[in-house]
């Protein structure tokens, strides 16, 4: 492999302060670097600011205060539509709920990050959502309308979508909170066999704190701030 | 398929109920549009075209004031007030060079010589004042299709022979082949009287007009009211119908000749039709509002509805411009299926009224006009109703914030 990991992430001293009257300091000055192909779990109780790290990570929302970096870029600089470009081809997200478009097949919701982005349907991107289902073992259902799709299975096809645009990073928030743990488990696994398949970095929020050990790194979050940082031997 | 329009169409086809209903609201909105425009379009054309049946687009006669055909409202022709029995018919001064000046105008199709002049039809006891129209039955045949309204006999103009009116007929008891008297002028005044053979009635749908006006040939009119060679008018006909008065005015610059047009000579009756286009125009703008809102509410509360969805779309690289046009997209297309819709509603209703409605005789009292220039505009009009209906609740999904709305769950 790479002798030196490329940074792929940089935060440094992001805040994020909500509400205008009554404030409410959610991030209180974060520090994190992120390298590529990373396999990362953030832990912290419920409110500690996980969901909002993310979608500031995410490029869905902007900080209050501080710098991020995505690929050696300063994010704050750009605007709305670099914004959009930079998320949809930079970075995959699996929501906790997951979140599919009810009218539309497993397949088609699998190449939507790539529909939107050329603008037309083509072959290529049917048979890459297509590989990507067959991946997360739902090649049989890829017609099927996402609502009859079990819970488990919706959550494949949502990290099927995160990946289709190839993304050097893909952001889970509880990718396994609302399902079983056996399905949870395989999920879980599913993450795992793609970053080390395809040196995808993964930043996972999880409350699973046996799910957090099989991570490369536990980063934990307390009242808006990191309060440990831990390295650990893979899996 | 582009991207938007994809995810346009599912939105719509999920929609179901609520689609079909605005499809429906947009649909009898444009049918009302075009069976308004469709019944005024046709009652208007079917007004002017009877009108037009037995009138000239432009009338040209001699700069003075002469006993003349003073065409009034609904057709009808009454003689000027001014008529003094020694008042003589004059001649258009050079009418052939006039003539062929007026031909060579733009937006002139043809133009006819004729003597209008007034007489007695004399019958045994009876007695009518009439209009003799002395005509060429060919070049006036250009103008006025005499031929098509000939109801017995024919329209034949060869030497003492006329052509009179089911009225005229009727009170004198005349019938094809039956002979009458014309007398012009009293015969203290030295007048002129001839007699004359019936060789066709006509009916103009014009009660006033089938009891007043003779047609006789041109040169037989010449010598009765003593104009040999000459030409009392020049009867015009133009291309568009409703650009007689410019036809008019410019006849009236080149030659001098007083020139009428149909439009002068039946103001009231355009006075009637714009009123009752202005009428029909008002009606149709509050259909298009009452549209456009029903358009933009649904659609508002399709946003709402789709708010986790377009953070979905959003938070997977979808821009804001795409969000903005799958709304912009799916206004259009409620358009464009309501209008065909509406269409095919608007069609129907007219076909059925038409139907429905009828004169004693069959005929249609409502003549449908069917048009596709006004089907295409009324779908244009759709469509463009839709989109600008759209733009508020498409802005709105577009302004959205991911973040909030994923976050939600
Ligand atoms: N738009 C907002 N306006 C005001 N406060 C907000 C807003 N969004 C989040 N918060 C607050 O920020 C804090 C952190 O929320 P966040 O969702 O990041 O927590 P979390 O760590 O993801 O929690 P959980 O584990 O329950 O998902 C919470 O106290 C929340 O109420
Ligand atoms: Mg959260």
């Not at chain 2, 599912?10 to 179901?16: D, K, M, P, S, V």
């Amino acid at each position: 492999m790479t002798d030196t990991p490329a940074t792929l992430l940089r935060l440094s001293g992001v805040t994020k302060d909500y509400g205008s009257r009554v404030i409410t300091h959610v991030l209180r000055g974060i520090d994190l670097e992120v390298t590529a192909g990373e396999f990362l779990a953030l832990t912290g109780p419920s409110g500690s600011g996980k969901t909002t790290l993310l979608n500031i990570i995410g490029l869905l929302d902007r900080p209050t205060a501080g710098r991020l970096e995505f690929r050696g870029a300063d994010v704050a600089q750009l605007d709305e539509t670099e914004t959009t470009a930079a998320r949809g081809r930079g970075i995959g997200f699996v929501f906790q709920f997951h979140h599919l478009l009810p009218a539309f097949s497993a397949r088609e919701n699998v190449m939507l990050p790539l529909l939107a982005d050329r603008g037309r349907r083509d072959r290529e991107m049917q048979e890459r959502a297509d590989e990507l289902l067959d991946e997360v073992g739902l090649a049989d259902r890829a017609s099927f309308r996402a609502t009859d799709l079990s819970g488990g299975q919706q959550q494949r096809v949502a990290l099927a979508r995160s990946l289709v645009m190839r993304p050097p990073l893909v952001l889970a928030d509880e990718p396994t909170g609302n399902l079983d743990s056996e399905s949870g488990n395989q999920v879980f696994q599913m993450l795992r066999d793609f970053n080390e398949r395809h040196r995808t970095a993964f930043i996972i929020v999880t409350h699973d704190d046996r799910l957090a050990a099989r991570c490369d790194r536990v980063v934990h979050l307390v009242d808006g701030q990191v309060e440990s940082d831990t390295r650990q031997g893979a899996t | 398929m582009p991207f938007e329009l994809l995810i346009a169409l599912r939105y719509l086809r999920e929609g179901r109920a609520q689609t079909w209903l605005i499809l429906v609201g947009v649909g009898v909105g444009v049918a009302v549009i075009i069976f308004l425009s469709g019944l005024i379009g046709g009652l208007q054309k079917s007004l002017v075209a009877r009108t037009l049946g037995s009138q000239a687009h432009v009338v040209v006669r001699p700069r003075e004031e002469l006993p003349r055909l003073l065409p009034t409202h609904g057709g009808a022709i009454v003689e000027s007030l001014m008529e003094r029995p020694a008042q003589r018919v004059r001649s258009i001064v050079q009418w052939q060079h006039r003539l062929a000046d007026i031909e060579r105008i733009d937006g002139v199709t043809t133009a006819a010589p004729s003597i209008s002049g007034a007489a007695m039809a004399v019958r045994g006891d009876g007695a009518n004042a009439v209009t003799v129209r002395g005509i060429e039955p060919g070049s006036y045949g250009r103008i006025v299709n005499l031929d098509s309204l000939i109801v017995r006999g024919r329209l034949d103009l060869d030497g003492f022979k006329a052509v009179i009116g089911t009225e005229l007929a009727h009170e004198l008891g005349l019938d094809v082949g039956n002979r009458f008297r014309l007398r012009v002028g009293t015969e203290q005044e030295g007048g002129t009287s001839g007699v004359y053979t019936v060789s066709g009635i006509f009916d103009i749908g014009n009660k006033d007009l089938n009891a007043r006006w003779v047609f006789v040939s041109l040169r037989v009119a010449q010598s009765m009211f003593g104009l040999e060679g000459g030409a009392s008018t020049i009867e015009v006909k133009g291309e568009r119908i409703y650009d007689a008065e410019l036809i008019a005015q410019q006849i009236n610059g080149s030659t001098g000749l007083v020139a009428d047009s149909w439009m002068k000579s039946n103001a009231q009756l355009l006075t009637g039709l714009r009123s009752q286009n202005s009428s029909s125009v008002m009606i149709q703008v509050f259909v298009i509002l009452a549209v456009a809102l029903g358009i933009a509410s649904v659609l508002a509360v399709s946003v709402v509805q789709k708010s986790r969805e377009i953070g979905i779309l959003r938070a997977t690289g979808t821009r804001r411009a795409q969000i903005l046009r799958i709304f912009l997209i799916q206004g259009s297309i409620v358009g464009l299926l309501g209008s065909a819709v509406g269409i095919v509603l608007g069609v129907g209703l007219n076909v059925f009224f038409s139907r429905i409605i009828q004169n004693p005789d069959g005929s249609a009292t409502f003549p449908v006009m069917f048009d596709s220039v006004l089907y295409l505009r009324s779908a244009a009009l759709a469509i463009g109703v839709g989109l600008v209906a759209a733009i508020i609740p498409a802005r709105r999904a577009a302004r959205m914030d991911p973040a909030r709305i994923i976050r939600s769950g």
